[in-house]
C-alpha cells in the first residue's frame, strides 16, 4: 500500500509529512506535528498540550 501525502496548502510545491513524538509519560504520540518538505517553505502544523499551532519557527532541538 503506497502513502500519499497532503500537498502543501502554503506552497503547493512540497507535502505534508507526519512526525511522532513521546510524551511525558513516554507514551508515543502518532502525528504530533506536520512538516512541508519543501526546505525554501519551512510551514508546519504542530500540535502541543491540546493546542493547534500553525508555522512556528522551524529549529533544532537542544534536548
Not at 11 to 28: K, M, T, W
Not at 42 to 48: E, F, K, L, M, S
Amino acid at each position: 500500500m503506497e502513502n500519499t501525502y497532503p500537498t502543501c496548502k502554503q506552497c503547493s510545491n512540497g507535502v505534508l509529512l507526519p512526525l511522532s513524538d513521546y510524551g511525558r509519560e513516554g507514551a508515543s504520540i502518532q502525528y504530533k506535528a506536520w512538516v512541508c518538505s519543501n526546505p525554501d517553505c519551512g510551514y508546519n502544523v504542530r500540535i502541543d498540550n491540546g493546542e493547534i499551532s500553525l508555522g512556528r519557527p522551524l529549529g533544532h532541538s537542544m534536548k
